[in-house]
């Protein structure tokens, strides 16, 4: 039966994840009846996935401008002005749900989709980077889910040639049956060449280009708009099959007739593939569009314009050409071996028509698809309420540790801390010989190719932080963010997301949501720290056998950052020994949701450590002058585990042990493990050089004596011969950070 005589059922629509209201929304847009095309864009088109329809009031919100943004929210990717007349492009975005079904081709697809985010606006692609998260790591899916997504993610962004230079990985039960894969690409352009998605030129050709269409994909904007039931192996088919080689052609294609004058507009094919690359074209531009479904490139037989429609096959661009170029375009995407097809062109209708042999299988009008989805306001728990709901208990008394030693030699094999080296040495983290910081720092830096210009890129968040405050850790989720850049000397620009939760149709999690967006968006005011990019990943939660309900809120944070001079960027390892570790920042010793408690004691109680919002720019303007002065020889921002354990990380990164110097006057615990935020450990080569402390005391910053390098030991006391709280080799630490990983993944999968 074809696709225009297919009578539309209640069932139907259901299936297409549309309510009854929101059907009558449609008929009385179109006037008529759907047919089966005409309802499948629809559906896709007003899908969770596509419209934003439970959060786009609330990101409205957000601060999206700045003298460095050139181009916010709106577009295929974020662009701000880096000097130079260069600018730096960059997006984060989900692919949740088809990694959790099909982890290799999953996170796969996630990559090859932000790369063409980002070379679509004319950006030659300069690093990737991803944000994981996965369930309990003994769970019977974990081991199969984490190879496939660290191997899905090295085979494409190995292959395509762009280096995956850092990235971010937590464990938590409530991720069982619903992993989080996020990736980010950063790409660098010419500020005078710079291109848009907007459709315009009544009679210009609109042009299809890349690899064939075929029927993987279908639904999957769908399918990523809903929470999995017992039947998530079923939808195995709605999984794109990733080519980084095609991907790599078109991206060669792409930039260079991108330095001719034949394109208007361009878009790549991504969620909802065709539909939502040709309705945001014509949207934007105020036009309508014919397209000829025969001459859509196809490699399966029999497809029907539903199917090519709904499609997301990768590796495929739309794009709208002056006329009279069609020819210089063709042969460009014929030298790189590519398809190549006129499949339409721009009309004034404002409509879609869609023919297909010889009969219009579709005529709609595009405004309601784009401008008119539902805009929902979803009701939000109050704050008080959903902090009774969420179950964290207060804090409580806390015990002193009776081994510190033997607490930091956990901590640092524990699933949140350990090295990540099994997961970034499957990544070519330096093809393009650009990458100047490699993985294992605060933030990744890649050279701006030709100059001395680094971009710093970090991506972060602590979703248990989320959970127990919302707010609190929409803040902190920022806040660490710029930490991270300011830590390798750099200036931070601005910031792309990924916000994962669960089902908007519960209140409670509709207060999650707006509670970490109004966290963020004062903290990106405060910081002058502007959202420029972004995605929105809803229904991330499971009810199929063995899986967790809703996983924690986890609104993932990518930052950039500018250095003027990759030669003075910091990076976190001791240089020598003999030098004063100083801890600067910060205040009290905050124990509450930290790593400490929650791995030593069992226990995830507790408020977050609240964000000093004005202390956070203070101390990190204070580090990005120390860095560009040449005042310190290592930084790194306390976070996860507190002091104690980004010390060892430093001692780690170079071989060089450290005496800790606790202030006697406080219990030790919370000192050691405190995850108070704001903190940054740095080292100076003279211990006589007091230079840093007048900046600290000119800031209003505190700042103290923690540490001195030297030997091959962690010793926490006096360690010359008086009471010390333990003492640890850097020999055993290394062995516990090192071999989490490898025991984990050390067997059968």
Same mark, same amino acid.
């Given at each position: 039966?074809?696709?225009?005589?297919?009578?539309?059922?209640?069932?139907?629509?259901?299936?297409?994840?549309?309510?009854?209201?929101?059907?009558?929304?449609?008929?009385?847009?179109?006037?008529?009846?759907?047919?089966?095309?005409?309802?499948?864009?629809?559906?896709?088109?007003?899908?969770?996935?596509?419209?934003?329809?439970?959060?786009?009031?609330?990101?409205?919100?957000?601060?999206?401008?700045?003298?460095?943004?050139?181009?916010?929210?709106?577009? #295929? %990717?974020?662009? $701000?002005? =880096?000097? &130079?007349?260069?600018?730096?492009?960059?997006?984060?975005? /989900?692919?949740?749900?088809? +990694?959790?079904?099909?982890?290799?081709?999953?996170?796969?697809?996630?990559?090859?989709?932000?790369?063409?985010?980002?070379?679509?606006?004319?950006?030659?692609?300069?690093?990737?980077?991803?944000?994981?998260?996965?369930?309990?790591?003994?769970?019977?899916?974990?081991?199969?889910?984490?190879?496939?997504?660290?191997?899905?993610?090295?085979?494409?962004?190995?292959?395509?040639?762009?280096?995956?230079?850092?990235?971010?990985?937590?464990?938590?039960?409530?991720?069982?049956?619903?992993?989080?894969? #996020? %990736?980010?690409? $950063?790409? =660098?352009? &010419?500020?005078?060449?710079?291109?848009?998605?907007?459709? /315009?030129?009544?009679?210009? +050709?609109?042009?299809?280009?890349?690899?064939?269409?075929?029927?993987?994909?279908?639904?999957?904007?769908?399918?990523?708009?809903?929470?999995?039931?017992?039947?998530?192996?079923?939808?195995?088919?709605?999984?794109?099959?990733?080519?980084?080689?095609?991907?790599?052609?078109?991206?060669?294609?792409?930039?260079?007739?991108?330095?001719?004058?034949?394109?208007?507009?361009?878009?790549?094919?991504?969620?909802?593939?065709?539909?939502?690359?040709?309705?945001?074209?014509?949207?934007?531009?105020?036009?309508?569009?014919?397209?000829?479904?025969?001459?859509?490139?196809?490699?399966?037989?029999?497809?029907?314009?539903?199917?090519?429609?709904? +499609?997301?096959?990768?590796?495929?661009?739309?794009?709208?050409?002056?006329?009279?170029?069609?020819?210089?375009?063709?042969?460009?995407?014929?030298?790189?071996?590519?398809?190549?097809?006129?499949?339409?062109?721009?009309?004034?209708?404002?409509?879609?028509?869609?023919?297909?042999?010889?009969?219009?299988?579709?005529?709609?009008?595009?405004?309601?698809?784009?401008?008119?989805?539902?805009?929902?306001?979803?009701?939000?728990?109050?704050?008080?309420?959903?902090?009774?709901?969420?179950?964290?208990?207060?804090?409580?008394?806390?015990?002193?540790?009776?081994?510190?030693?033997?607490?930091?030699?956990?901590?640092?094999?524990?699933?949140?801390?350990?090295?990540?080296?099994?997961?970034?040495?499957?990544?070519?983290?330096?093809?393009?010989?650009?990458?100047?910081?490699?993985?294992?720092?605060?933030?990744?830096?890649?050279?701006?190719?030709?100059?001395?210009?680094?971009?710093?890129?970090?991506?972060?968040?602590?979703?248990?932080?989320?959970?127990?405050?919302?707010?609190?850790?929409?803040?902190?989720?920022?806040?660490?963010?710029?930490?991270?850049?300011?830590?390798?000397?750099?200036?931070?620009?601005?910031?792309?997301?990924?916000?994962?939760?669960?089902?908007?149709?519960?209140?409670?999690?509709?207060?999650?949501?707006?509670?970490?967006?109004?966290?963020?968006?004062?903290?990106?005011?405060?910081?002058?720290?502007?959202?420029?990019?972004?995605?929105?990943?809803?229904?991330?939660?499971?009810?199929?056998?063995?899986?967790?309900?809703?996983?924690?809120?986890?609104?993932?944070?990518?930052?950039?950052?500018?250095?003027?001079?990759?030669?003075?960027?910091?990076?976190?390892?001791?240089?020598?020994?003999?030098?004063?570790?100083?801890?600067?920042?910060?205040?009290?010793?905050?124990?509450?949701?930290?790593?400490?408690?929650?791995?030593?004691?069992?226990?995830?109680?507790?408020?977050?450590?609240?964000?000093?919002?004005?202390?956070?720019?203070?101390?990190?303007?204070?580090?990005?002058?120390?860095?560009?002065?040449?005042?310190?020889?290592?930084?790194?921002?306390?976070?996860?585990?507190?002091?104690?354990?980004?010390?060892?990380?430093?001692?780690?990164?170079?071989?060089?042990?450290?005496?800790?110097?606790?202030?006697?006057?406080?219990?030790?615990?919370?000192?050691?493990?405190?995850?108070?935020?704001?903190?940054?450990?740095?080292?100076?080569?003279?211990?006589?050089?007091?230079?840093?402390?007048?900046?600290?005391?000119?800031?209003?910053?505190?700042?103290?004596?923690?540490?001195?390098?030297?030997?091959?030991?962690?010793?926490?006391?006096?360690?010359?011969?008086?009471?010390?709280?333990?003492?640890?080799?850097?020999?055993?630490?290394?062995?516990?950070?090192?071999?989490?990983?490898?025991?984990?993944?050390?067997?059968?999968?």
């Amino acid at each position: 039966m074809s696709s225009t005589a297919t009578q539309i059922t209640p069932e139907i629509v259901a299936e297409h994840g549309l309510s009854p209201e929101e059907y009558d929304r449609v008929l009385k847009a179109i006037g008529r009846e759907p047919n089966l095309t005409e309802l499948g864009i629809f559906s896709v088109m007003w899908s969770e996935h596509c419209s934003y329809k439970s959060s786009k009031i609330h990101l409205m919100k957000l601060p999206t401008t700045g003298p460095q943004v050139i181009c916010g929210p709106g577009e #295929n %990717a974020g662009v $701000v002005d =880096i000097g &130079d007349g260069q600018a730096a492009i960059f997006k984060m975005e /989900s692919h949740n749900h088809p +990694s959790y079904i099909e982890p290799y081709q999953g996170a796969a697809t996630g990559v090859g989709g932000i790369l063409r985010d980002v070379f679509t606006m004319g950006a030659r692609p300069i690093a990737n980077m991803n944000a994981l998260r996965f369930g309990r790591p003994d769970h019977p899916k974990m081991r199969h889910l984490i190879s496939g997504v660290v191997r899905g993610i090295g085979g494409y962004g190995n292959c395509v040639g762009v280096p995956t230079v850092g990235g971010e990985v937590n464990f938590h039960p409530a991720y069982d049956g619903n992993i989080l894969v #996020n %990736a980010m690409t $950063v790409g =660098i352009a &010419d500020t005078d060449k710079i291109f848009y998605s907007a459709a /315009s030129g009544v009679g210009n +050709s609109i042009v299809y280009v890349g690899s064939k269409t075929g029927r993987d994909g279908i639904h999957g904007a769908t399918m990523a708009s809903a929470d999995f039931g017992d039947d998530a192996d079923a939808k195995r088919p709605t999984v794109q099959v990733g080519d980084p080689f095609t991907e790599k052609l078109l991206i060669e294609a792409c930039l260079e007739l991108m330095a001719s004058d034949a394109i208007v507009a361009i878009q790549d094919m991504g969620a909802a593939g065709l539909t939502s690359s040709s309705v945001e074209m014509a949207s934007k531009g105020g036009v309508g569009l014919l397209l000829n479904m025969d001459a859509v490139p196809q490699r399966e037989t029999g497809m029907t314009a539903y199917e090519m429609m709904l +499609s997301e096959s990768q590796e495929r661009m739309l794009m709208v050409l002056k006329p009279g170029r069609e020819a210089f375009a063709e042969a460009i995407f014929h030298k790189w071996e590519l398809d190549f097809a006129i499949i339409g062109e721009v009309t004034d209708s404002g409509r879609m028509v869609l023919v297909h042999h010889g009969e219009t299988v579709c005529d709609i009008p595009l405004a309601p698809l784009a401008d008119d989805a539902p805009l929902y306001d979803r009701p939000s728990m109050p704050m008080d309420d959903y902090k009774a709901w969420s179950g964290v208990k207060p804090l409580g008394d806390i015990p002193e540790s009776t081994d510190i030693g033997a607490d930091l030699l956990k901590l640092m094999g524990s699933p949140d801390i350990a090295s990540r080296r099994w997961i970034w040495e499957q990544y070519d983290h330096m093809v393009g010989a650009d990458t100047v910081q490699r993985p294992g720092g605060d933030a990744a830096v890649v050279r701006v190719h030709g100059s001395n210009k680094g971009i710093a890129i970090s991506t972060d968040c602590t979703p248990r932080y989320c959970y127990a405050d919302p707010y609190e850790g929409g803040k902190q989720a920022i806040a660490e963010c710029y930490r991270n850049l300011s830590a390798v000397g750099a200036t931070p620009l601005a910031v792309t997301n990924c916000l994962n939760f669960a089902n908007p149709q519960r209140p409670e999690i509709m207060a999650q949501l707006t509670g970490c967006l109004d966290g963020m968006g004062d903290a990106c005011r405060a910081l002058d720290f502007p959202i420029v990019s972004g995605n929105v990943s809803l229904y991330n939660e499971s009810k199929a056998t063995g899986g967790g309900s809703a996983i924690l809120p986890t609104p993932a944070i990518g930052g950039i950052g500018l250095l003027a001079d990759v030669d003075a960027m910091a990076t976190v390892a001791f240089k020598n020994e003999g030098e004063q570790v100083w801890l600067l920042g910060g205040s009290a010793d905050h124990l509450g949701q930290s790593i400490w408690l929650r791995e030593i004691c069992q226990r995830e109680d507790g408020t977050p450590p609240s964000v000093d919002l004005a202390a956070e720019r203070k101390a990190g303007e204070l580090i990005q002058k120390a860095v560009a002065q040449g005042l310190v020889t290592a930084v790194h921002d306390v976070s996860d585990g507190g002091p104690l354990v980004a010390l060892t990380e430093m001692s780690l990164a170079s071989g060089i042990g450290a005496d800790v110097n606790p202030d006697w006057t406080k219990p030790i615990t919370p000192q050691m493990f405190g995850e108070n935020q704001g903190r940054y450990l740095v080292t100076v080569a003279d211990p006589g050089d007091y230079r840093l402390i007048e900046l600290a005391e000119s800031a209003g910053l505190s700042i103290r004596a923690f540490a001195l390098t030297g030997g091959d030991t962690i010793c926490i006391g006096d360690c010359g011969g008086g009471q010390i709280f333990g003492s640890v080799s850097l020999t055993d630490l290394r062995a516990a950070h090192e071999g989490f990983f490898p025991k984990l993944m050390d067997s059968e999968l």
